[in-house]
């Protein structure tokens, strides 16, 4: 018999039956991660106020980091042999974070509405470890680490509006 080691099948999962439902999964979060980034962008260049600049450059730096959450969540549900789809029509479809109005917003109202953007989708993810973990533990994991990440820019978001640990 062949070695697992020596083959190139797809990755036995804890429960095969629930492969594209884990696939389908990983693609809704990563259309969550690529829509919270399209939307960091917009504030980045919405943003006014006395703390504008400090905003403008943070929100660069976490549509950066949620740009490769996306591409890690992507490759996972690949790994799993499904292929997601991260399109702008596929994008705007599936998300379920909700947009942003398309004018000058002061710096706190920007952090203000990032941050409870932030905190749905994390909150989304963390409701569904139990059940992906229980297809997947690899997968499991991968979410973790995005809920972990997530969390920690709720509490730089919040930070950022004077509130105490
Ligand atoms: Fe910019």
């Known amino acids: 018999m062949e070695s697992v080691a020596n083959s190139v099948q797809l990755p ?3 429960n095969p039956n629930e ?22 962008k917009q504030l980045h260049w ?4 006395a703390a504008a ?8 730096e976490v549509v950066g980091e949620w740009r490769e959450l996306a591409d890690v969540v992507a490759e996972r549900a690949v790994t799993l042999g499904v292929v997601p789809d ?3 029509a596929a994008v705007a479809a599936g998300s379920r ?3 942003v109005a ?3 917003l002061a710096d706190h109202a920007v952090v203000w509405e990032l941050g409870r953007r932030v905190a749905a989708v994390a909150e989304r993810i963390r409701k569904r470890l139990g059940s992906v973990g229980a297809a997947d533990l690899v997968t499991q994991d991968v979410l973790v680490r995005v809920v972990g990440m997530l969390e920690k820019h ?7 509006l004077g509130e105490k640990a």
């Open 19 to 40: 492969r594209a439902a884990v696939g389908g999964e990983l693609q809704v979060v990563m259309q969550d991660l690529i829509d919270l980034s399209l939307i960091g």
């Open 12 to 14: 036995p999962l804890d």
């Open 46 to 49: 919405s943003v006014v106020g």
């Open 86 to 88: 991260g399109q702008s």
């Open 53 to 60: 600049h400090g905003v403008h450059l943070f929100l660069d």
């Open 154 to 160: 709720q509490w730089m978001l919040r930070a950022q």
């Open 97 to 99: 974070v909700e947009s």
């Open 102 to 104: 398309v004018r000058s």
